[in-house]
């Protein structure tokens, strides 16, 4: 697995991303899963059980934190993304379009404040994603971010987005 950390500050505002990447390759030519609500469900929950339990990031403990709420304009950043990825089969932060995950937050009508994205590509499923972020002291530090208040989610042929977010 390559990670890959890079942050953002930029007048008061600030941006975290966070990448990972695996050598499996996604499955067929069409995103084989329609049930984005299950797992956007899914992955709020396992994100949840984390923040209020807290963990330990890259060796340095994170103490437990609010969860965080669904929103729905963070949400087609995310699948947005995802989808982009699948389509161009990379796993980027930046989008085929140069797109950058600001960029692509602000396109949907959101005002954040705060912003963080988590991508990864060649996961089966929300435990198996989570598990690695996890593992990598960037996206788990995302994760645990006490900024963020909301979380969309987003998943292409084994592309998978996590956009946080905190309006203003």
Not at 1 to 30: D, H, I, S, W, Y
Not at 116 to 142: P, R, T
């Amino acid at each position: 697995m390559r990670t890959v950390l890079k942050v953002l500050l930029v007048l008061g505002f600030v941006g975290v991303l966070a990448g990972c990447a695996t050598t499996k390759p996604p499955n067929g030519e069409e995103d084989p899963d329609p049930g984005k609500p299950t797992m956007a469900k899914a992955m709020l929950a396992a994100v949840n059980e984390v923040r209020t339990a807290g963990t330990t990031c890259g060796g340095v403990a994170a103490p437990p934190v609010a969860p965080l709420t669904l929103n729905d304009l963070l949400a087609q950043a995310a699948q947005g993304h995802s989808d982009d990825m699948f389509a161009h089969r990379n796993m980027s932060h930046a989008g085929s379009d140069g797109s950058t995950p600001d960029m692509r937050i602000a396109a949907t009508g959101y005002r954040a404040s705060w912003w963080g994205e988590n991508v990864a590509a060649g996961f089966d499923a929300v435990d198996d994603v989570m598990a690695a972020w996890l593992k990598s002291a960037g996206h788990c530090s995302n994760i645990m971010n006490s900024h963020f208040t909301e979380l969309g989610v987003g998943e292409a042929g084994h592309y998978w987005t996590q956009v946080f977010g905190r309006p203003f």
